[in-house]
């Protein structure tokens, strides 16, 4: 009779260890070495991180146990800005003077932690006032994996799909006491939930304007955080079950440039419309006939509903949506740059067509670039009044170009695969002739491998694959983050070199940044020991929710999510056998002692195997010999 070894590996990986919850993984990898060995690959992991958490890192894992330290640290990611602190942009935290923090002309020049922030709400109105409360039963914060900075505030998209916004959405005119946030001006002082009648699976944030990319495929925009308006142009709608499993979505990703909005869909067109122009408006659902409102405060006292953070919304339609030319193929080598060509000498012809795909878009200024699978880099401009040709980029273009990075006057190319690939540069408002475009380097990273870049107006940042932050430019309102009090980099500087971003813990694992104008912000992975013991040590029941907290009441309007994260487990699916209530999921003598063994490896500070990347790791338990 067939074991249960005899399932096959790939059905193991695909169908069954990344429904498992934590204690069931553990407690399986510890029966063999068979299973063992299973729950070590890289790709349960990174599979597990996109299902729990809509997080997909985008790096190729530089060690066989990164995707699991990343996996561990999102259980309960950290949020982090520092900058200028106008427009509320940094929570009314900012406020709060703080030992060695460095505050005049409202700027704050040391990493501000504000995950306290987002608190998990009991029903649906207690995200949505001025200041969240934080009387709610709920343990923990809604744990933030994506991090977007516009001009005058922030986004988050947290693991339930729910997107907080926070500031000033469009701050070129200051107030106060904007009656609601249907007024683009409105100041929000404190991370807030914006009602979405959907789940976010993506978000990308303009200077004053915001995309949303739904579970349904579907986009929404917001120019207020009180009004959404979803897209009904045949280029931008999803097809039938677009997204559903094993098929690809129709769009892939969503780019908020300076004034414009851009999409790249499945079949690498690139899409752009000016949602601030006079046609969008007009192609909008008129004010009268929108939806809602969704999220209204019930006045307990009989009196009128409190709307002032409530969401109305709408459809948006077609005939404002411009379709980009196709991206031709790169011409032939220029005058005096034969070196450059050669480098493309020795690639593999029988992939000429999946090369040619666009694969990720980026928006600055009036312009959109764009990055194929073979790494060629193009640019076109596009404004309300004209829309530019594709021009190659051959100074930005690598085979080993993974990433492009844009943002206001700023463009970058990098690979986190490679130690010397970082180029950048600044990109005039006229738009000069793409192709004279020259990259600037920084000697002072060479070596180092970026996972991200982004970029301020005018400062710049850069992740490594080991979680380390490095800022340099401009300091004008503390938005490198280094701290005069420790480093000497005083506000109303400039760094020309890179320099370390030290956080209050000198283990601090980023990994995710964003930058805007004056401000940065950045996501650090919790530290894994502790959650991955008590994941392993805690009763399955408990695991998959089980827990004396209040139910959530189900809300009209209310999206879908995956169960939520409660204790250590998460909730992802069933254990085998339905998970064997009321105590640990064992499989024989070889599972015996998980508990303790990861206790001790947990309390022991992290001893134990060690990656090439320079990350603290807690192994899973092992099976007895």
């Avoid at 979405?196 to 929404?220: F, K, M, Q, T, Y």
């Avoid at 990720?360 to 596009?382: M, Q």
């Avoid at 990994?511 to 020991?529: C, I, K, Q, S, Y």
């Avoid at 169960?563 to 599972?591: D, E, K, N, Q, V």
Wanted: with cysteine.
């Amino acid at each position: 009779m067939a074991g249960i070894q005899a399932v096959p590996n790939e059905v193991w990986q695909a169908h069954l260890l990344p429904y498992l919850p934590l204690p069931d993984l553990f407690s399986l990898g510890a029966t063999s070495r068979h299973f063992y060995a299973l729950t070590l690959d890289p790709q349960l992991w990174l599979r597990k991180t996109r299902l729990t958490f809509s997080y997909a890192p985008s790096v190729a894992s530089p060690s066989a146990e990164w995707y699991r330290r990343v996996y561990l640290g999102l259980l309960h990611p950290r949020t982090f800005v520092w900058g200028s602190a106008n427009n509320a942009r940094l929570t009314s935290l900012a406020d709060q003077p703080r030992p060695g923090v460095v505050r005049r002309v409202a700027a704050v020049d040391r990493p501000l932690e504000i995950t306290a922030q987002f608190g998990r709400a009991r029903d649906w109105a207690t995200a949505l006032g001025d200041a969240l409360r934080r009387d709610f039963p709920h343990r923990g914060h809604a744990g933030i994996v994506d991090l977007q900075a516009g001009g005058w505030g922030f986004t988050a998209r947290d693991v339930d799909g729910g997107v907080w916004v926070w500031g000033q959405l469009d701050g070129q005119v200051l107030r106060f006491r904007a009656p609601s946030w249907e007024d683009r001006h409105c100041q929000c002082p404190d991370p807030t939930k914006i009602p979405l009648p959907c789940r976010a699976e993506a978000i990308s944030a303009g200077r004053r304007h915001l995309l949303v990319l739904d579970a349904d495929n579907l986009i929404w925009e917001l120019t207020a955080w009180g009004l959404a308006f979803h897209h009904t142009s045949s280029a931008l709608t999803a097809p039938t079950q677009s997204g559903a499993a094993g098929t690809t979505p129709h769009v892939t990703q969503l780019s908020a440039g300076w004034e414009h909005s851009a999409v790249l869909t499945a079949d690498s067109a690139v899409h752009v419309w000016f949602p601030f122009s006079a046609e969008y408006v007009a192609a909008r659902t008129p004010e009268a006939d929108l939806h809602g409102p969704l999220g209204a405060v019930t006045s307990e006292d009989g009196g009128e509903d409190d709307v002032s953070r409530a969401l109305r919304w709408g459809t948006v339609g077609g005939g404002i949506v411009h379709h980009l030319d196709a991206v031709p193929r790169r011409p032939g080598p220029v005058e005096g740059e034969e070196a450059l060509e050669q480098q493309w000498a020795d690639l593999p012809r029988w992939r000429d067509d999946e090369d040619e795909k666009v694969v990720k878009i980026a928006s600055g200024l009036g312009w959109v670039v764009a990055l194929k699978a073979r790494g060629e880099v193009w640019a076109a401009k596009v404004r309300p009044d004209s829309i530019g040709a594709w021009t190659y980029l051959p100074h930005f273009s690598s085979p080993t170009t993974t990433h492009i990075s844009a943002q206001y006057e700023t463009l970058a190319t990098y690979s986190p695969t490679s130690a010397h690939s970082l180029r950048f540069t600044r990109v005039p408002a006229n738009f000069p002739e793409a192709g004279t475009w020259r990259p600037s380097h920084v000697p002072e990273l060479e070596g180092k491998r970026v996972l991200q870049y982004v970029a301020g107006d005018y400062h710049s940042a850069a992740l490594t694959t080991d979680g380390v932050l490095y800022t340099w430019g401009q300091n004008a309102h503390g938005q490198l983050g280094l701290g005069a009090a420790a480093t000497g980099v005083r506000l109303g500087s400039v760094q020309d070199r890179p320099t370390k971003v030290e956080f209050a813990d000198e283990d601090a694992f980023v990994f995710a940044v964003t930058a805007a104008g004056w401000h940065t912000g950045a996501l650090v992975l919790g530290d894994p020991r502790e959650r991955a013991k008590d994941a392993v040590a805690v009763p399955v029941e408990q695991a998959q929710g089980d827990t004396d907290e209040e139910p959530h009441a189900p809300m009209p309007g209310a999206f879908p999510g995956p169960t939520p994260l409660t204790g250590t487990g998460m909730g992802m699916g069933a254990g085998l056998g339905g998970g064997m209530r009321g105590g640990m999921f064992r499989i024989g003598f070889a599972g015996r002692g998980v508990a303790r063994g990861a206790g001790r490896g947990a309390a022991a500070g992290g001893r134990g195997a060690s990656s090439s990347s320079g990350l603290r790791m807690l192994p899973l338990p092992r099976p007895q010999e």
